[in-house]
């Protein structure tokens, strides 16, 4: 058995020393790279020989990878980098990580070749001028046999222990039994289609209802799996911070008699969670975790997978024990994890690590996407993009002299961008290709400015830095899946405006990223209609789509539709008596806690003031805006086994779902609306639009969305099979077929 490894990934486990260090260096994007490699290329040669694919053994160590240029006339391997703006900028660790990749690449074309000598050339290339710079060296083949069996042999004794592990981890995946005496009801359904789904490699759309175990129904097969379709890593992927939670209570059940689980888990934070010296800038100079971070990091990595799971607490406990940092150790420790628990971002994000890492090391990977319902609106989000002209405004006050000509041209190009424009929003049906030039120039004059300016690091400057080139990117992909629009409000005398690069159809991202994947499933207790999910997340045609069936019974949910109360905005001030009195009599009828749904925070407000001063026995408590944490977790403590109350929500915030309040805690919920999208201008340009593309405007933009937040609001209700409680639905519109068609079957209306 060999270990197969890319060359990359061999050298930067063997040959990254010193400190880790995130100053600000403008380096190209992934497409730029792309470029500049290409032009390199065709300023060589007919005979030049690009992306020559090599490999080479050492022991039972396979390496693996392409070398972007060989020369047979000169008989020169070229190793070719990208970068913007100072050469003398680029950090020694990192030539010597370059020159490492470009050695091992020598010895296997040598070998390959059978050639006694290699020039090898590093060929770093601006994306700016155009200019290279070139250092050469000579080498004989038996010296570049002996640099590559060193790094080999420095990974090795890493390798065998991998293959270990790996042998280790199939061997309890195929032993691994299902955790429980029994399945729950349609747990079993969804864990055989899960391991057909893996088995044939497709992709699985899964509708299973809240309370049948969906998280250790989708993990256990998944895991039993892995020996047989030779599969590297697991991806979990949550929208929220709870989803992490549940898959990693799920491990430590299926593993609950192994003294440590087999698995390497581990849970990816966001930095922002996992940073030691927020005030810190990320370099040797500034931070302490940062400082020779690559000399310290083969100990923290050895010591990090003796433990498993490696959760947030876990992993910085280790990473401190070595004085590392937390955050880039977890990053390292990605590579060598068999089950990845992270958010969305990590796989589906335009920079995210565990699909750059999936690509580079082709690792056969199986992705299951928890609560699946919100990628499309979180997609959306990542692949969206804003510039707003006040930003750049409040720039110009204190612009550096270097700066201030591009952002000049910027502004004028802004102004008159905006300048004919009748209404506060309109839609644009092209990109303005003046501004965005203008936009380009500023990126390039800010990208070098603070190269040599590195103390702008903090600042404001670098913050529209990242936004515009977040924007810069986005408008290199707009098609008829965005719409570009341009928001006018008048500051003083002047006009000012934000331009939006909305997405609205992610599929031609999320699609790619699925098919990359051996098998992917997505579940959620909403995925209904298939065809809305399917076209804006860009599935494959031959998706399976299962709807699970449900363990709950009609009897233990009574779902009541209030037809006689509209709760539309021109309704909304009649609309509050009739709901306090059903709320109060509720209460009075049945004593115990509820949800109260609503669209809106005043019209939350409003409610419970009205109940607060009518039936003031009745307790209640207000969600509020911008709650952190603690304030969320407060609202929840309210939900005890013995209090009474009703706790008041907005529908599709922090309580609407992935909340678990069981049995007495929580016996009721009211939903004082449909979950409409608000109708405004950008959501009508939405509507027009998705009625181009699929023919259904206000459902794809309004009733599927709605509808959705309802059943997942609805859905904290019964979370066990011996939970009773009741539902009402609060508006006329419930009693419409096509919005009863879009609720949970085992529910019986009344």
């Not at 750049?392 to 204190?398: G, K, S, T, V």
């Not at 209090?643 to 922090?654: E, K, Y």
Request: aromatic share 10%; charged share 20%; proline share 5%.
């Amino acid at each position: 058995m060999s270990y197969r490894v890319a060359v990359r990934a061999l050298c930067e486990f063997t040959a990254k020393v010193g400190d880790l260090d995130l100053r600000f260096t403008p380096s190209p994007t992934a497409q730029q790279g792309i470029v500049g490699h290409r032009t390199v290329a065709s300023r060589r040669s007919a005979e030049y020989q690009a992306e020559v694919s090599l490999e080479g053994q050492y022991q039972n160590l396979l390496v693996r990878g392409r070398a972007d240029g060989y020369d047979p006339q000169g008989n020169v391997l070229e190793e070719v980098k990208t970068y913007r703006a100072d050469f003398t900028s680029i950090p020694a660790n990192h030539r010597q990580l370059h020159w490492a990749q470009a050695r091992v690449y020598g010895w296997l074309l040598c070998q390959s070749r059978q050639l006694t000598t290699l020039n090898l050339a590093l060929v770093y290339f601006d994306i700016v001028s155009e200019k290279e710079t070139r250092v050469e060296e000579l080498w004989s083949a038996n010296d570049l046999e002996q640099f590559f069996n060193q790094q080999c042999a420095l990974f090795l004794s890493w390798a065998e222990q991998e293959m270990r592990h790996r042998q280790a981890r199939d061997q309890a995946a195929q032993l691994l039994a299902f955790p429980h005496a029994q399945f729950r009801t349609g747990q079993r359904s969804l864990a055989e289609a899960v391991y057909k789904t893996a088995s044939g490699g497709r992709c699985l759309m899964a509708q299973a209802p809240t309370g049948i175990g969906k998280t250790i129904g989708t993990l256990f097969p998944l895991i039993k799996a892995m020996p047989k379709q030779q599969l590297d890593t697991l991806m979990f992927l949550t929208a929220k911070t709870p989803g992490r939670k549940l898959a990693l209570d799920a491990m430590q059940v299926l593993f609950e008699n192994s003294v440590q689980t087999p698995l390497r888990v581990l849970e990816l934070v966001a930095r922002d969670k996992a940073c030691e010296y927020p005030e810190n800038a990320c370099n040797g100079d500034a931070c302490p975790l940062a400082k020779g971070f690559y000399d310290r990091l083969p100990a923290a990595r050895l010591a990090a997978v003796a433990h498993s799971p490696l959760d947030q607490q876990t992993l910085r406990s280790v990473a401190l024990a070595h004085q590392v940092c937390p955050y880039y150790l977890s990053q390292e420790m990605a590579r060598w994890a068999d089950l990845v628990i992270a958010d969305y971002n990590y796989y589906f994000d335009f920079t995210a690590l565990l699909y750059g890492l999936a690509q580079a090391n082709q690792w056969r990977v199986a992705t299951l996407v928890d609560e699946a319902h919100n990628l499309v609106e979180r997609a959306r989000q990542m692949y969206s993009a804003s510039l707003d002209q006040h930003t750049l405004n409040a720039l110009r006050q204190n612009t550096p002299a270097p700066l201030d000509k591009p952002f000049k041209r910027l502004s004028r190009e802004w102004n008159a961008l905006h300048k004919d424009q009748l209404g506060p929003y309109q839609v644009h049906p092209q990109l303005p290709a003046k501004w965005l030039n203008a936009l380009s120039g500023c990126i390039t004059a800010i990208g070098d400015y603070l190269n040599d300016h590195p103390q702008g690091l903090t600042s404001n400057l670098q913050a529209f830095y990242f936004e515009a080139l977040q924007f810069n990117r986005v408008a290199e992909l707009y098609d008829s899946h965005f719409l570009f629009d341009v928001s006018v409000r008048d500051s003083g005398k002047r006009r000012l405006s934000q331009l939006n690069l909305r997405n609205i159809v992610p599929a031609g991202f999320i699609g790619p990223r699925l098919a990359s994947a051996q098998s992917n499933v997505l579940f959620s207790a909403t995925l209904s209609p298939r065809t809305y999910y399917a076209n804006l997340l860009g599935l494959p045609a031959d998706t399976v789509w299962i709807d699970v069936e449900s363990p709950f019974s009609a009897q233990q949910l009574s779902v009541q539709v209030v037809s006689q109360i509209s709760t539309r905005y021109v309704h909304r001030e009649a609309s509050l008596a009739p709901i306090v009195e059903l709320i109060a009599r509720q209460f009075e009828r049945r004593p115990g806690n509820y949800l109260a749904f609503f669209s809106s925070f005043d019209y939350l407000q409003q409610v419970a003031q009205l109940l607060a001063e009518r039936h003031p026995h009745v307790p209640q408590w207000l969600q509020s805006r911008r709650m952190d944490e603690t304030a969320r977790q407060g609202f929840l403590d309210q939900f005890t086994l013995s209090s009474q109350g009703v706790g008041f929500a907005v529908l599709g915030g922090a309580f609407g779902e992935g909340i678990d309040l069981p049995g007495a805690r929580l016996i009721g919920a009211f939903v004082a609306t449909l979950g409409l999208a608000q109708l405004n201008p950008v959501n009508e340009q939405i509507k027009q639009r998705m009625a181009k593309l699929f023919g259904a405007g206000y459902d794809y933009t309004y009733l599927y969305p709605g509808v959705q937040k309802v059943v997942q609001a609805a859905g904290r209700v019964i979370r066990t099979q011996s939970d009773q409680g009741a539902v009402f639905l609060i508006d006329d519109r419930f009693a419409d077929p096509k919005v009863q068609q879009l609720l949970p079957s085992w529910w019986q209306l009344h």
